[in-house]
């Protein structure tokens, strides 16, 4: 399916257990889509749901934050799904708030928690 809309996974550390939660409940949704995952979200998410092909990048703080950015910047993710965890201090909050502006310069639709993310995937799926 060379025109499959993407989809990029990304959750802070004390989120990536409902982020696979999430995915296992919307696999069959999921599965519809390109997948791209920051590195330790990806394998989560792989672990959770085995049939889903997940391109997985480097973790958040070594880069992989960026790497969904240029792929935003460049048109190739279609909506962004970030599990943020609003009560925990990131090291790599720049690169977080850098990506979060990407999705909105780009006007890509961006789910921050569970709640949206089930309203976008399945309003959104291909």
């Given at each position: 399916?060379?025109?499959?809309?993407c989809v990029a996974l990304i959750?802070?550390?004390r989120k990536k257990d409902d982020i696979?939660?999430?995915a296992k409940a919307n696999e069959t949704l999921l599965a519809?889509?390109?997948i791209v995952a920051t590195g330790t979200?990806?394998?989560r998410v792989q672990d959770a749901c085995p049939s889903l092909n997940?391109?997985?990048?480097k973790s958040g703080p070594l880069g992989g934050d960026q790497q969904i950015g240029a792929l935003i910047a460049?048109?190739?993710?279609n909506m962004l799904i970030f599990f943020t965890d609003p009560l925990t201090a990131m090291p790599h909050d720049v690169d977080v708030k850098a990506l979060m502006r990407l999705a909105t310069v780009y006007d890509i639709p961006m789910a921050l928690n569970r709640a949206t993310a089930e309203q976008l995937?399945?309003?959104h799926h291909p």
């Amino acid at each position: 399916m060379e025109n499959q809309k993407c989809v990029a996974l990304i959750a802070h550390d004390r989120k990536k257990d409902d982020i696979a939660a999430f995915a296992k409940a919307n696999e069959t949704l999921l599965a519809t889509w390109k997948i791209v995952a920051t590195g330790t979200t990806g394998g989560r998410v792989q672990d959770a749901c085995p049939s889903l092909n997940i391109i997985r990048l480097k973790s958040g703080p070594l880069g992989g934050d960026q790497q969904i950015g240029a792929l935003i910047a460049t048109g190739e993710v279609n909506m962004l799904i970030f599990f943020t965890d609003p009560l925990t201090a990131m090291p790599h909050d720049v690169d977080v708030k850098a990506l979060m502006r990407l999705a909105t310069v780009y006007d890509i639709p961006m789910a921050l928690n569970r709640a949206t993310a089930e309203q976008l995937i399945d309003f959104h799926h291909p």
